[in-house]
């Protein structure tokens, strides 16, 4: 007798998911992610077992939640086997080096589950848009890296590349939040109050990234994190849903993530919303010098 795969709970009982903000409700979240993190040691204990070896890659917005959603996916599993990667800016040495040399060392090595929080994609991203790299270095960058991605795979890795999309006032609000609380205060650097005003150019550059790196093989996720709750548990259940490790219980837990809030690059859906927001507030400009 075949199992039943268990549909998202939040659009069985919205009632019971979200709160009068439309965002997932606490005590749902706990429930939810608790199943989900268990379903991650069975996917570690898979890996370890069959000697795999994983890369999940946290790209996006500045106060996305990278590191939440990062904590929250690696909270019960084994340490020795699920590392994450954080890289400071380069050193004087790093700089003479192959631009991947760095995050070549990190990588998984067989049995292990490699979060990086942020990637060898801060070319593309923040050095693009702050010239900390010159024209040359992205264009050997872009040249290269599904190249790279290509590689790896064939070598049996496997590969998720996540980009946490937050939008224009979210991010503004959890930015300035970082001030006024002492224990979130270390997450506040120069770059990310420069963001605040840079909002079209990191639209524009990371529209250039997907369309250039987007592929068959290694494609981009685009996961709203308006809602970082939201974003947390429909990440990890796509990120479950593509791999086909022993003991899934597809029937008890929810491994279909909303395509609302999880789903592929598309050149047509990605940030179109933030272009057509971007058009309106100049369209309100000129009107306001024309009086």
């Given amino acids: 007798m075949s199992k039943t795969l268990v549909v998202r ?12 903000k439309g965002k997932f409700k606490t005590k749902f979240y706990e429930k939810e992610i608790e199943k989900l993190q268990i379903e991650l040691i069975k996917l570690q204990n898979w890996v370890k077992k069959h000697n ?4 999940v890659i946290l790209e996006g917005r500045d106060a996305a939640g990278k590191g939440g959603t990062i904590k929250a996916l690696r909270e019960h599993l084994n340490p020795r086997g699920a590392r994450v990667v954080a890289l400071s800016a380069p050193s004087d040495v790093e700089k003479t080096q192959w631009y991947f040399q760095r995050y070549i060392d990190e990588l998984p090595n067989g049995g292990e589950i490699v979060f990086f929080d942020r990637s060898w994609y801060n070319r593309a991203g923040v050095e693009r848009v702050m010239n900390f790299c010159t024209i040359e270095q992205y264009k ?6 599904s190249h790279l991605e290509q590689m790896l795979i064939e070598s049996g890795y496997i590969l998720f590349k996540f980009f946490l999309n937050v939008g224009r006032e979210e991010q503004k609000k959890r ?20 963001s605040l005003n840079l909002w079209e150019e990191y639209t524009e550059t ?6 250039r790196t987007h592929t068959p093989f290694a494609p981009w996720i685009i996961i709203d994190s308006n809602d970082k709750k939201r974003a947390r548990i429909n990440l990890a259940r796509l990120l479950l849903s593509k791999i086909d490790y022993e003991d899934k219980d ?6 279909l993530a909303d395509p609302g809030i999880a789903s592929y690059y598309s050149s047509v859906r990605s940030f179109s919303h933030e272009k057509e927001d971007s058009k309106d507030k100049k369209k309100d400009k000129k009107k306001d010098k024309k009086k």
């Fill in 140 to 145: 050997e960058f872009i040249i290269q890296v």
């Fill in 52 to 55: 795999q070896k994983i890369i």
């Fill in 206 to 211: 990371f529209e250039k990234m997907f369309s």
């Fill in 250 to 255: 597809a029937s008890n837990v929810c491994l």
């Fill in 175 to 194: 930015i300035e939040s970082r001030k006024d609380e002492p224990l979130k205060r270390w997450k506040l650097s120069p770059i990310d109050e420069l």
């Fill in 9 to 20: 709970p939040e659009d069985e009982k919205p009632e019971e998911a979200y709160n009068e």
